[in-house]
């Protein structure tokens, strides 16, 4: 099957600035909406980072900076009722899905008041009743999970489309394989988004696959490729969009790969000495996916820099809010530990044995 | 003609009445839990119109259609994964692995997956992940083994091996309506074993997880085991007892969580205890149930706990090498004589 490069990265002229395209059948409400979830993204990671500083935070912090777009201009593209499973890169689709700052801010500090009641980190939690089942850290695995998701919706007549992230670097995972083949077998109506974001930690993308674009993998599976330019956020929700169309009316699915860029290390203590000169001041200057949709809304007057402003404000307002909140919650209690790894009616919790006691 | 009656027969409620070999038993299992529950199906490689390697699910795709039971690609990670998926939907998944040996294949999304869904964000995976265990049948290193050590060291994953057609009906049933996902060990060598077929009662029951279950009652020595080795257990008890010595064997049927009160209660009458297990003796669940003994029932013993497993090796394939390889009866009369004289 030919990929569709339809909605790929465009050369520009020489000292022309990038925005986005223009076709696009989303409202100006819509696209507003989109730009309040693109600053939430980038303002949240920002706050986490000071969180961070301060010690608060108890783990590593994964920043997608630079890629916002990909995570939510494709999550946008879903119903209210269709299924994500996101990667550490895809914060903004968890916001697209639902999750509140204050959910991310309290699983970061691994407080009590999280939804993994301080049991695991950052975006590794879910809400089925949301649509929203979080990554492992095992990569690719989540590809199979999703299948089995859309599989199980399939028994229940449920017409859902299931969108699973996965890096350049995940895509090398035999459970990507596994997942995808099987999906593709099954004509189950599952969307890959793949992140061509130039590094898996500190490897680059040509000593993790010698195809040139992630895309080129959906030959493997019989099943559409599309490359989109993952920091144009309407380029991301319209061809991710057409893959919704295509894999709900029961036609199968479909990968997308997002060309964009990581402009932070894999994690915050990461130093990023692999990264060659000048390359992330490129990105950040010429190529930046919150500047690009700015640009976007006040050439076509969708909004006036004192209306973006006022949502820069507004979403800076939620975020200290939740952070206080997040903040104010108390640690688990430690005794905690035990509860949860069976069905506790069924298989008593995991107490420590006592020994030697008569 | 033929084919059209052999269908019908397929088609018609398996085992009831007659005398059930095991694997009889487990597909009765099954189709029961299928018809019950809309949301049980089937999933794993070739368990379609070939009925599965062993037939476990042979004419459940006639009964049941192909949407509740699938034939997927050689892709354990998809198996696993995809059930798990499924499981989270509020599907009760049965899938198979060809031969537990391949349980390998799909090890991360078991013990990273399922395993601690429920433990990270409350989401328990209802799933069954089945298939056939064990050695002593000339199949050679890949297609003999014994998995339950891997797992018994990954808290969230419960696990099964029944010795007996009830208690393998009895057993997947319950592992099929369990909330939390079940390891479902059968040992290919009980399979059709005419020694275990046994008349089933009529209608619905099930056997408890996490409850052994005596298989012999015995005053001297106890032998803990499960499996295929509870045969051979009874076969040594069988010959010690024209010595004299009176052995109790307990079944264990649920290898995690253990029934450490059966096995208590057992040491603590016998005061003697053998541990018998077809894995290799290493690493084996053999030294997590000495350690129980030796911790929580140290003043009944009359003897060291010993233990009696296969050798540190992988499962040859050659007769006299395997046979050299596995448990036999002598090496358990041998070893329940020592005790029986320390």
Redesign the interface.
Known sequence: MRISTKYAPRKVADGQPRSCIKDTSLTHEQMLELYRYLKLTRLVEERIVNLYRQTKVVGGVYRSLGQEATAVGSAYALRADDFITPIIRDLGACFVKGIRPREILAQYMAKAWG??GG??LNV???Y?DRGF??P???LG?M??????????????QKDIVGLAYIGDGGAST??FY??M??AA??RLPLIVIAEYNYYAYSTPTNLQTAVRNLAEKAAAFGIPGYIVDGNDVIACYEVTKQAVDYARTGRGAVLIEAKTYRRKGHAEHDDQRYVPEGEIEYWEKHNDPVDRFERFLLDQKIATKESLEEITAEVTREIDEDSEWAESSPMPEPEGAVY????NS??PP?FR?R?LEK | MATAVKKLRKLEHPSSGAAATMVEAIRAGIWEEMERDPTVFVIGEDVGVYGGAFKVTEGLIDRFGKERVIDTPISEAAIVGAACGAALMGMKPVAEFQFIDFISCGFDLLTNYAAKCRYRWGANIPAVFRGPCGSGVRAGPFHSLNAESFFLNTAGLKMVEPSTAYDAKGLIKAAIRDPDPVLFFEHKKLYRLPRLREELPEGDFIVEIGKARTAREGRDISIITFGAMVLTALDAAEELEKEGLDLEVIDLRTLAPLDKDAILASVKKTNRALILHEASLTGGIGGEIAAIISQEAFEWLDAPVLRVASIDTPVPYSPPLEDYYLPQVKDVLDTARKLAAY
């Open positions: 939804p993994s049991k695991d590794h939690f879910g089925m089942i979080g492992i850290s095992h695995d590809i199979p999970v999703m299948t089995g998701i859309l599989l199980g919706a399939r028994m229940q035999g459970a596994e997942g083949n099987f077998v099954q949860g790894v069976f069905d069924i298989v995991a044995p020994v």
